[in-house]
Structures are given as C-alpha cells and as structure tokens.
C-alpha cells in the first residue's frame, strides 16, 4: 500500500526540465557513513568539484539492512519493506544534511518547467517525499527490493534533466564492466540498468570515495564527521 502522505518538512523545489541544465546528482552510498574522516572526506569531495547545484541521494545502510531481516522474521510483504526502507533514507537525509552543511537542505523535486536551481547550493533528496510524489508518473520506480538509492538517484537525475549522475561508493567499478553484469553482482541495483538504457544521454560516473587518499581532498576542519551510530549506511 502506497503511503498517503508524508510528516517530513521538505523543501519544494521544483527544477527545469528539459536541457541538461548544471545539476549534478551525487548517490552517497551508506557503506561509506562509517569512514572515520567520513564528513571531512565527503565535504573535501563535494568541494573540489566545480561550483554547480548539487543533488545528493542518501544512502540506507545498516536500518535497510534492518528492514530486511524484520521482514524475514515477521514476513510482510515487498512493498511494506520498500516504504519502511524509503522511511530509513528520509532520517538518513536529515543527518547527512548536517554534515555538508546543505545550503538547501532537504528536498523534494516537483515537475515544474517555470523554476531553477540555485547555483552553487547543496541540498539532499528527502527520498520518501520524492517518491510519493513520483507515484503515477510514466516509469516510475517499482516497489521492490529491485530498487535501492542507486535507482532513485538514476530517476531523480531523469527528472530534474541532471548534466550527470554520480555514484559515491567504496568498490571500484572495472571499465569493461556493463551496468546488467554490475546490477547482478551488487555493485548496483537490479532496476538501474532499466533505467540507464531509458536514459542513454545521462553521464554516470562511478567514485570509489573509500579509496581517495585524505590528502587528496581540501580538509574541513570543523563540522559534523560521521553519522550517528543509530543511523548508518548502504
């Protein structure tokens, strides 16, 4: 059963669709939240890239991985577990909102074809509103284990007519490697093949956060480092 509404308090905001506008959207995978240096790390990232709107898709982690066991243990169905996953992202978005300092903070995307995206701002997609609002529309996602923030990220990126999409991970993804071998293998979701090949024209990049040297990155010295011990990664 499809949620009928939301508690969260979101930002709405509506991006251009259409041409591929300056927003990146950047998939910051939960296996990175227990990285010591995880903030200054992420924030030290985020600021070497050029100074475009970024969109940044939270990661579920250690409470995902909750809901499925529950789900064994208690054996509700594919869609229930979904939308509490869905829950697990929104809390996440909260927290890593804090430690980029997002100037927008989080978000839900409407299309709308008469506002823009701030330049140079930082704001986290509030999954569970987003996806609410998403019901109904042409390919929206199915509700199923098939689809993880990997996939979320891909829509979000389609929808708001993102200029690429970028995958923050702790493997590094082998250049011969296709997006179907990549999905059956875990590096990415089952449903983000699907997604790609509607999309063709998007430009993904995959970033092994996990191995980039802290001196490669600017430090931060003060702020938020990693997410709390009750709300980690995936």
Known sequence: MIPTGTTSRTTSLALRAGARGPLRVVKVGGSLYDLPDFGTRLQGWLQRLDNTPKLLIPGGGKPVRSVRRSQLKFGFDDETAHWLSIRTLQRNAKDLAKIVRATVG?????????????TTSIAILDCYSFLLQDEGIPDCLPHSWSVTSDSIAARAASLASASELILLKSIDFPKELTWENASKIGYVDPHFPILVRRNPALPIRFVNLRNIAQTDVRS???????????????
Do not use: H, K, R
Request: hydrophobic share 25%.
């Open 220 to 234: 931060v010295s003060d702020g938020p480092q990693p997410f709390s011990s009750d709300c980690p990664s995936s």
């Open 106 to 118: 989080c978000v839900e995307i409407l299309q709308s074809p008469t506002a823009t995206w701030p």
